[in-house]
């Protein structure tokens, strides 16, 4: 039995402490948002916010998130999130949408650790998230408009 914290909700699932967090989100909550992609932590599909941090949750266990507040894009809120999904949908970013959850959850963790962020850092955040319809520019667009987003909001 694991007791997770998971988009500001308590769960009691039946899985052992093994178990990746992404079976454990898709097969024990039905939360489908966070998808899988490889299962080697290497394409970022599966990226989830466990305590603000961006992780693949093909390759994090249950039992070492126990005590985490973990975030999928079922529960991602907030203006950095509304500002990435805003841009997101403005700069046509999605295709065929398999690695989008993941590229949200990797754009938000990098703005709401580096507001500004130039192109070399986006680069660096990003580059463990695949897109097989090579929506790169767009996605590098689309966290630069939210990131203006994010400044012009801030100055009122």
Do not use: F
């Not at 909700?9 to 024990?28: E, F, G, M, N, Q």
């Not at 975030?71 to 997101?88: C, K, N, R």
């Not at 700069?91 to 580096?114: D, F």
């Not at 767009?138 to 987003?149: E, L, P, S, T, Y």
Request: charged share 15%; glycine share 12%; hydrophobic share 40%.
């Amino acid at each position: 039995m694991a007791r997770l914290t998971i988009n500001g909700t308590v769960h009691d699932i039946d899985v052992a402490p093994d178990v990746p967090l992404l079976w454990a989100l898709r097969d024990s909550l039905g939360l489908t948002g966070t998808k899988y992609g490889c299962g080697l932590s290497q394409c970022g599909a599966c990226t989830v916010h466990v305590d603000g941090q961006a992780v693949q949750a093909c390759q994090t266990y249950v039992g070492d998130v126990a005590d985490a507040k973990i975030t999928t894009i079922e529960g991602l809120s907030g203006p950095v999130a509304d500002a990435v999904m805003a841009a997101w949908r403005d700069q046509g970013v999605s295709q065929c949408g398999a690695c989008q959850p993941g590229q949200i959850m990797q754009a938000v963790a990098l703005l709401s650790r580096t507001p500004k962020p130039d192109d070399a850092a986006i680069t660096g955040a990003m580059n463990g998230n695949l897109c097989r319809c090579g929506t790169y520019g767009r996605i590098r667009a689309a966290i630069h408009a939210a990131a203006n987003r994010l400044t012009q909001a801030s100055r009122g």
